[in-house]
């Protein structure tokens, strides 16, 4: 990893979880305090209806909250959607936009990703930019120019004063217990490190990159070595405080 900067956990709960869930969040925060406390940040990204509640138990433990989507508006006509706003008010630091489940499920564009990064700043939100190759692209051997022109459309242009995340997950290695090589990854994270830095200089330089993709406990210490990986996007391993300790201990 990348001495200087401070590295990035986030669990990604997905459409998972009710209250019961929440016994998971007080079983990590006890752990993370047996443990002195986390030496990186954490972040939980529940369901929205859980977001108050996860942050009663969350906060005292160090850990902050985000959202997993939000709207481009501040507030309006769009049944079901949430704004970065609302997710704010709600306590939440971090949302996630452009997750891959998001472009595949709801045909999210990169356009539509970079004015979601737009209004996450607006509400003083750090997003989290997600960007990755299907199998199909990365076979063709084109993972990482698909991968940069994704990042070249989702980042904003502008985000003086603010705060970026990339999250690179590959599609393929969501869910499955595949993960890239290490070669691979250190391809894919130099080269992010290399557009952001050609495009934003020294914010370039010090913006968290973070992997996902069945991160576990088994592979999160061997994935988090890598240089430019600062951090982890978990999902499924990110449920049991247990499993998501374990990957917050390998950083
Ligand atoms: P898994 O860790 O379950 O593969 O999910 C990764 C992910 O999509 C996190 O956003």
Same mark, same amino acid.
């Given at each position: 990893?990348?001495?200087?900067?401070? &590295?990035?956990?986030? @669990?990604?709960?997905?459409? $998972?979880?009710?209250?019961?869930?929440?016994?998971? *969040? =007080?079983?990590?925060?006890?752990?993370?305090?047996?443990?002195?406390? &986390?030496?990186?940040?954490?972040?939980?990204?529940?369901?929205?209806?859980?977001?108050?509640?996860?942050?009663?138990? /969350?906060? &005292? +433990?160090?850990? *902050?909250?985000?959202?997993? !989507?939000?709207?481009?508006?501040?507030?309006?006509?769009?049944?079901?959607?949430?704004?970065? =706003?609302?997710? /704010? !008010?709600?306590? /939440?630091?971090?949302?996630?936009?452009?997750?891959?489940?998001?472009?595949? $499920?709801?045909?999210?564009?990169? #356009?539509?990703?970079?004015?979601?990064?737009?209004?996450?700043? +607006?509400?003083?939100? *750090? &997003?989290?930019?997600?960007?990755?190759?299907?199998?199909?692209?990365?076979? #063709? %051997?084109? #993972?990482?120019?698909?991968?940069?022109? =994704?990042?070249?459309?989702?980042?904003?242009?502008?985000?003086? @004063?603010?705060?970026?995340?990339?999250?690179?997950?590959?599609?393929?290695?969501?869910?499955? @217990?595949?993960?890239?090589?290490?070669?691979?990854?250190?391809?894919?994270? !130099?080269?992010?490190?290399?557009?952001?830095?050609?495009?934003?200089?020294?914010?370039?330089?010090?913006?968290?990159?973070?992997?996902?993709?069945?991160?576990?406990?088994? $592979?999160?210490?061997?994935?988090?070595?890598?240089?430019?990986?600062? %951090?982890?996007? *978990?999902?499924?391993?990110?449920?049991?405080?247990?499993?998501?300790?374990?990957?917050?201990? #390998?950083?």
């Amino acid at each position: 990893m990348t001495a200087e900067i401070t &590295p990035l956990i986030a @669990g990604n709960w997905k459409m $998972n979880g009710t209250t019961a869930a929440l016994g998971e *969040v =007080q079983k990590l925060a006890g752990l993370l305090a047996a443990g002195g406390g &986390p030496r990186c940040t954490v972040v939980i990204c529940p369901p929205a209806t859980l977001l108050e509640r996860l942050n009663e138990l /969350a906060a &005292p +433990a160090g850990i *902050v909250s985000g959202g997993q !989507d939000c709207h481009t508006a501040t507030s309006g006509a769009h049944t079901g959607d949430i704004s970065a =706003q609302m997710l /704010a !008010d709600a306590g /939440a630091q971090y949302v996630i936009v452009g997750h891959s489940e998001r472009r595949t $499920n709801h045909g999210e564009t990169d #356009a539509l990703v970079q004015q979601k990064a737009v209004a996450a700043h +607006a509400a003083g939100l *750090v &997003p989290i930019i997600c960007v990755g190759e299907t199998e199909a692209e990365r076979d #063709a %051997g084109n #993972a990482v120019s698909i991968v940069i022109g =994704q990042l070249e459309r989702s980042v904003p242009d502008d985000w003086s @004063g603010h705060e970026v995340v990339i999250a690179y997950e590959p599609v393929w290695a969501i869910g499955t @217990g595949r993960t890239p090589t290490a070669a691979d990854i250190v391809e894919m994270h !130099d080269a992010i490190r290399g557009q952001l830095e050609g495009r934003f200089g020294a914010r370039g330089s010090s913006t968290r990159i973070l992997y996902g993709g069945s991160m576990k406990p088994s $592979n999160a210490s061997e994935i988090l070595r890598i240089g430019n990986v600062n %951090g982890g996007l *978990v999902g499924g391993a990110s449920l049991l405080a247990n499993d998501f300790h374990a990957i917050i201990s #390998a950083v």
